[in-house]
Nanobody
Framework: QVQLVESGGGLVQPGESLRLSCAVS????????VAWFRQAPGKQRDMVAR???????LYADSVKGRFTISRDNAKNTVYLQMNSLKPEDTAVYYC???????????WGQGTQVTVSS
């Protein structure tokens, strides 16, 4: 059973940085595509950033130039470096992983990020 565990959320002031981590269990991590989503109260869950098994990346327009997604296959971990945080970045951030074999998707439990002065 694959499990995703997020960490690194917290309360920061505008302009500060945070790094989220997503630890993924299982032996096929290197073949997975992993993404970070976020959901603010009363809003839908939207993709923030995605990294493929080949380390191609994709970002939402709202975070381009501020957020960086990366992966360490030796540690089965994906990171989201968030710089120049804004109050509108406040949300619960979820880690998502897609494993092409056997074609299953998994979600983490979420971690709260609050940006406020």
């Amino acid at each position: 059973q694959v499990q995703l565990v997020e960490s690194g959320g917290g309360l920061v002031q505008p302009g500060e940085s945070l790094r989220l981590s997503c630890a993924v269990s299982g032996n096929a991590f290197s073949s997975s595509t992993v993404a970070w989503f976020r959901q603010a109260p009363g809003k839908q869950r939207d993709m923030v950033a995605r990294i493929s098994s080949g380390t191609n990346t994709l970002y939402a327009d709202s975070v381009k130039g501020r957020f960086t997604i990366s992966r360490d296959n030796a540690k089965n971990t994906v990171y989201l470096q968030m710089n120049s945080l804004k109050p509108e970045d406040t949300a619960v951030y979820y880690c998502y992983a897609h494993f092409p074999v056997p074609g299953r998707d998994y979600w983490g439990q979420g971690t709260q990020v609050t940006v406020s002065s």
